[in-house]
């Protein structure tokens, strides 16, 4: 099982960036995945999900619409659409695979973004 993110980079105050969470070595629609981010000395936190097989989806409440999670299943692949970006969005953004609760979460190495001008 390996996850990849790719998509980050700097980008100016208001402008987009989207990310991608390539799976391989598994059955990505299978499982639920999730976008978190992470900056120096905080916690990880939970940015967004979408679940297997109904494709639910969640927010973290601070985002107030700006990110939008998709999954395209034949490219094995889950989006994270974030617009309107803000400095406070800095961090480095990692997606997770979960197959059902309690078993193994699969990790990416993770994707820089940072939001400056």
């Known amino acids: 099982v390996q996850l990849v993110e790719s998509g980050g980079g700097l980008v100016q105050p208001g402008g987009s960036l989207r990310l991608s969470c390539a799976g391989s070595g598994f059955s990505l629609s299978n499982y639920h995945i999730r976008w978190h981010r992470q900056t120096p000395g905080k916690e990880r936190e939970l940015v967004a999900l979408i679940t297997s097989p109904t494709d639910n989806i969640n927010y973290a409440d601070s985002l107030k619409g700006r990110f939008t999670i998709s999954r395209d299943n034949a490219k094995r692949t889950v989006y994270l659409q974030m617009n309107s970006l803000e400095p406070e969005d800095t961090a480095v953004y990692y997606c997770?695979?979960?197959?059902?609760?309690?078993?193994?979460?699969?990790w990416g190495q993770g994707t820089q973004v940072t939001v400056s001008s």
């Open positions: 997770s695979a979960v197959f059902r609760a309690g078993s193994t979460v699969y």
